[in-house]
């Protein structure tokens, strides 16, 4: 009796100790390609402007001090951490159901419209909390609609949600164009077509003690949030399983449809979100401006970041500089906007490419010795 | 002058429709070539922008546009070849793989185009059609561009090797089941890997005609989405060569609703029939996804249908 309950006992350990090990080498395998992937494209990156006959330790050191040396650039940083972690995980919650969903941009777009739209008869008659609060909702409830659609269109008429999404990024930017460039121009602005501006009583404020809005904020626990949501829920094991196999999800009884049409619609909120930031923080109205390539880079943050919620904070963050200090390296070394640009694209390839070497480095490998794991 | 207004919006949308559907068809083409072998390349959007910008560059340092089309033929399977080789290392997935590769081939043509955007290079120029009506506007609608009776004939060709060559045999036999086709001792991902190369040719070309004939300039803007609606175009033409050069007359004429509207003076809705393009494609996709034919018509391998 006691000789057993010891036996259980240890070989309970036994197990402990190797689920331990084998979650930590998988984790280490996920930490350790994509960085290899980073430095790879660092290095690439290298070769191309020794090419072209710019330094790339000049480059680099402008990266590191436009986007994190100051306290003024960490916060500039910040800031435009906040939309991408939001467009990050409007790419991160499909992928986890196995979509490929690439239209953060446009819900973006539409959703900092209609939040500066609904805003429009609202000024002035309405307090300035209630109003972000029906704006911010706007916004959520246009980009679930936007790209719960694409969902909904991918499982219910098998139309390819890349390329829907992609075509609605486009419909979507020429929806907002239509109505600034028409009947909600404001007139008293020649300059660029734009909606009436909210003012500056009904901006959202700054996070207290810094120069970050709060979308920052949201977009930290949203993304924690997200990560209960798709770990430690039945909901999120759902969705995972239909990732994994659609097929096997719908031979289990699982609603794969309504999985499907929550997920993108929550990736939809989040970018929907991003946009109000952008109009009730940042801009103050909404134009073309709006479409400034956040929707893209929240791709490449997504992918980076393995579809990690919590990952995807970092990946963020580090983006977010690069992208802050696009400005200080076109001054500084004669380098076309396009840099930044360029730079995500191969950082994409090569990240794409070091897919391929998941499972072939022998530390990482776990040790089964026959045994299920 | 006959007919009057609607008269003239009907040739201006012809005439649009010969100068706009031309990239599509050829963007269309390319895709269909890859798709045909098993493999999807959705960064054709990429290839476009790339290869306008080249052609430009080509045409302006050289003086000689026909160069600028070969070069943009070049960078179009430079980055074919690219998306052909990544795609063959096992566990990478071709759809992410072209999102990247659009990133990437608009980054670099970005970044070297920026010094091209204000000259101006030597054009394509043109074939006229329509001088025997004597109606002006009949003779400008007809103007068109060599490129497109190159388009027609690649289409032509590749519909008729796809049937009756054994290259088109084994092009088509990648793309419908590679385990036969590793049977007969055919490289399958030799075959795919070529084919997206030269799907990428046809693409960079489809950019050489954005950038040297209509619109003409270099900039930014030029491309806005068409590489990717070819993409779409394909699956509507349910990859024959022959009905995707009548889909991009259709996306031509689409797109030139809006600039026909406002050419006599209707700007109402002008931003609305911009998006008219996205929005015939999103609703083909709807009706074509679903319909028994396409399923039919499908390369087997194909990853991009369900």
């Known amino acids: 009796m006691t000789e057993a309950s010891g036996f259980v006992e240890v070989a309970s350990a036994e197990t402990f100790r190797r689920d331990m090990s084998i979650r930590l080498r998988r984790s280490a395998e996920y930490i350790c390609i994509p960085l290899l992937a980073l430095t790879m494209s660092a290095l690439l990156f290298s070769v191309f402007l020794l090419a072209i006959g710019k330094s790339p330790v000049e480059f680099f050191q402008l990266v590191a001090r436009g986007g994190f040396g100051t306290a003024f650039s960490i916060q500039n940083t910040l800031q435009r ?42 000024i002035d008659h309405v307090p300035p909390i209630p109003t972000l609060l029906v704006m911010a909702i706007a916004g959520a409830a246009t980009g679930a609609l936007w790209v719960g659609l694409a969902g909904a269109l991918r499982h219910y008429r098998g139309v390819n949600e890349t390329i829907s999404t992609l075509l609605l990024t486009y419909i979507g930017i020429a929806i907002m164009n239509f109505f600034v460039e028409g009947s909600l121009r404001d007139l008293t602005n020649p300059n660029k077509p734009s909606t009436k501006p909210i003012g500056d009583a009904y901006m959202i404020g700054k996070i207290p003690g810094t120069d970050v809005h709060w979308g920052l904020a949201i977009g930290i626990v949203l993304a924690i949030a997200l990560q209960i949501l798709m770990t430690r829920t039945t909901f999120g094991f759902a969705a995972r399983v239909t990732g994994g196999n659609a097929r096997a999800a719908l031979a289990q009884g699982l609603p794969v449809g309504r999985l499907i049409v929550i997920c993108t619609s929550i990736a939809g909120v989040c970018a929907g979100l991003a946009g109000f930031f952008e109009v009730a923080a940042i801009q103050g109205r909404a134009n073309a401006s709006l479409a400034a390539g956040y929707g893209f880079t929240g791709i490449l943050v997504s992918f980076l970041a393995r579809h990690n919620p919590i990952a995807i904070i970092f990946v963020a963050i580090l983006f977010g500089g690069i992208v802050a200090s696009g400005g200080l390296i076109q001054r500084r070394m004669d380098l076309p906007d396009a840099t930044v640009l360029l730079l995500q694209g191969l950082t994409f390839v090569v990240l794409l490419v070091s897919e391929t070497l998941y499972g072939r480095f022998e530390i990482f490998k776990v040790k089964t010795n026959g045994e299920r794991t | 002058m006959s007919g009057g207004t609607p008269f003239i919006v009907l040739v201006a949308i012809l005439g649009g429709a010969l100068r706009v559907s031309t990239p599509f068809m050829f963007v269309a083409l390319g895709e269909c070539l890859t798709e045909k072998s098993g493999r999807v390349n959705l960064g054709l959007e990429g290839t476009l922008v790339l290869g306008a910008m080249s052609a430009y560059a080509v045409s302006y340092h050289t003086g000689s546009p026909w160069l600028g089309v070969l070069a943009a033929g070049c960078a179009g399977s430079a980055l074919g070849a690219m998306h052909g080789f990544i795609c063959k290392l096992p566990r990478v997935n071709d759809v992410a793989i072209g999102i990247a590769m659009m990133l990437f081939g608009t980054g670099i043509a970005f970044f070297f ?114 590489g990717l609606m070819a993409v779409a175009l394909v699956i509507f033409a349910r990859w024959n060569p022959l009905r995707c050069v009548a889909a991009a007359f259709l996306f031509g004429a689409t797109g030139a609703i809006g600039p026909a509207l406002q050419s006599v003076g209707i700007t109402q809705g002008y931003y609305f029939f911009n998006a008219a393009p996205y929005i015939l494609t999103l609703f083909i996709m709807i009706a074509s996804a679903g319909s028994s034919k396409a399923g039919r018509d499908v390369p087997g391998e194909l990853s991009i249908i369900k």
């Open chain 1, 81 to 122: 951490a906040a939309p991408l972690i939001l467009t990050g995980l409007a790419v991160a919650i499909p992928a986890r159901i196995g979509l490929i969903m690439i239209g953060g941009e446009g819900a973006l777009v539409l959703g900092g419209f209609a939040s500066a739209a609904i805003a429009i008869p609202m």
């Open chain 2, 113 to 226: 185009g920026k010094a091209y955007i204000q000259p101006t290079a030597p054009r394509l120029g043109s074939i006229m059609l329509g001088d025997w009506t004597g109606n002006p506007q009949l003779a400008t609608a007809l103007q068109i561009n060599p490129l497109m009776i190159v388009g027609i004939l690649v289409a032509i060709a590749m519909w008729w090797a796809f049937a009756n060559t054994r290259w088109g045999l084994i092009v088509r036999m990648s793309g419908d089941s590679a385990p036969s086709a590793m049977a007969m001792g055919v490289s399958v991902d030799l075959v795919r890997f070529l084919a997206t190369t030269a799907g990428g040719f046809l693409a960079g070309v489809g950019g050489a005609f954005l950038s040297l004939y209509y619109p003409g300039s270099w900039n930014q803007g030029l491309s806005s989405g068409q």
